[in-house]
């Protein structure tokens, strides 16, 4: 797996997933060509295996629409919807209004404290509404 992932590091495979993915990991993310390597060792090595264990047909955004499904299974789990509340979605549409508005002004800094507290306010009001709908 290793010899096969180094080849497709190199540039051998090119126009494939494989090698989007190990482009993203080696050039962009800038790791070491070892962990790198590794990486796609994996993630070959998963693919591999959903396709001879699993008997599933090759999807190359199969890991992804999984851990998305997951994600949704846990929130219908946790609050009975997969639907938010109408303030959540209130909250995030005036949230990407300021941004678009205001993106001139803010450096990366102030984006990321910006997005911290956005985030930190809609866990808030999640948890509320969680609560509202436990008492009634």
């Known amino acids: 797996m290793v010899q096969i992932a180094n080849l497709i ?3 051998k495979a090119s126009g494939t997933d494989l090698d989007e993915f190990a482009t993203k990991q080696y050039h962009s993310r800038k790791l070491p060509f070892k962990k ?19 008997n599933i047909q090759y999807d190359p955004h199969y ?7 997951q994600k949704l299974l846990r929130r219908k789990a946790r609050t009975g919807t997969l639907l938010q509340s109408a303030q959540v ?3 995030r549409k005036d949230i990407g209004r300021f941004f678009v508005n205001h993106h001139e002004h803010l450096n990366s800094k102030s984006r990321f404290l ?13 948890k509320k509404d969680l609560n509202d709908k436990d008492t009634k």
Request: aromatic letters at 6%; hydrophobic letters at 45%.
């Open 36 to 54: 790198a390597c590794m990486k796609v060792a994996f993630k070959l090595s998963r693919i591999v295996y959903n396709i001879l264990v699993k």
């Open 9 to 11: 590091i190199n540039g």
């Open 63 to 69: 890991e992804q629409t999984q851990q998305k499904m």
């Open 114 to 126: 910006l997005t911290r507290g956005f985030t930190q306010m809609i866990d808030k009001v999640n």
């Open 89 to 91: 979605r209130a909250l």
